[in-house]
């Protein structure tokens, strides 16, 4: 079936660099994707979403890119702290779809 | 901000016991979906409901049902539990199905019930 992968499962990034995490989807008929930020013992939580007639959306300190022509996602994280040390998800899904499909996680660590 | 709230937070029972999940939506939310996430993997869609309609349905087992109340919480009710159904639960909502007319409504997830089995 369709599923939404990411490239990396561990990135490790010194304090106050920018963090450039990756995702791959195979859908194409995916129009909505999310990034999720999941700490230790805690759910998924929400961090900035896009939509398919988007190629770009900043929020407060992270960048998410869309290419829908080589079905890429990317969700940038400028001056990374402590604090941004967890797992992210990418996650998609199909207007009229309404569940999401994971990719395979990304654990952040941040290097003090 | 009200968040997604699950109880109980952790749960153990034995083989072929029975489970109740339950969730409590963000305020003005209609909408609640369930995930199970095993150690280490991504969360899997397991059943969703919109204004207290199943409105679509994952990998969830026939041992499992849930439904959706008029005041929008949910219960996921586990039967003939097995050691493979060990996992993080998680509940999800958001508004409208997940797409209103101003667009895509992101499901907000709760802190999860965490299922050992024994």
């Known amino acids: 079936g369709e599923s939404v992968g990411l490239h990396l499962p561990t990135l490790s990034v010194q304090e106050g660099d920018n963090s450039i995490i990756n995702c791959a989807y195979s859908?194409?008929?995916?129009?909505?994707f999310i990034w999720y930020k999941q700490e230790s013992g805690k759910g998924p939580q929400f961090i900035i979403d896009?939509?398919?007639?988007?190629d770009k959306r900043q929020g407060q300190r992270v960048t998410v890119l869309l290419n829908k022509t080589v079905k890429h996602l990317s969700l940038q994280i400028a001056a990374t702290q402590p604090g941004d040390s967890a797992v992210y998800f990418c996650?998609?899904?199909?207007?009229?779809?309404?569940?999401?499909?994971f990719g395979t996680g990304t654990r952040l660590t941040i290097i003090p | 901000a009200a968040g997604v709230i699950q109880s109980p937070r952790h749960l153990i029972k034995e083989k072929r016991e029975t489970a109740t999940l339950k969730c409590y939506p963000i305020p003005r939310h209609d909408t609640v979906y369930w995930y199970q996430q095993g150690p280490g993997q991504d969360p899997q869609f397991l059943i969703s409901?919109?204004?207290?309609?199943?409105?679509d349905k994952g990998s969830i087992p026939d041992r499992f049902s849930a439904q959706q109340f008029s005041d929008y919480h949910s219960e996921l009710n586990m039967s003939s539990l097995e050691l493979g159904d060990s996992a993080l639960y998680f509940c999800a909502s958001s508004l409208g199905g997940g797409y209103t007319p101003i667009g895509n409504q992101p499901q907000h997830f709760g802190d999860g019930t965490r299922l050992s089995i024994l």
């Open positions: 996650a998609e899904t199909v207007f009229g779809n309404e569940k999401l499909t």
């Open positions: 896009i939509r398919s007639n988007m």
């Open positions: 859908n194409s008929a995916s129009d909505y």
């Open positions: 409901f919109y204004e207290k309609m199943q409105s």
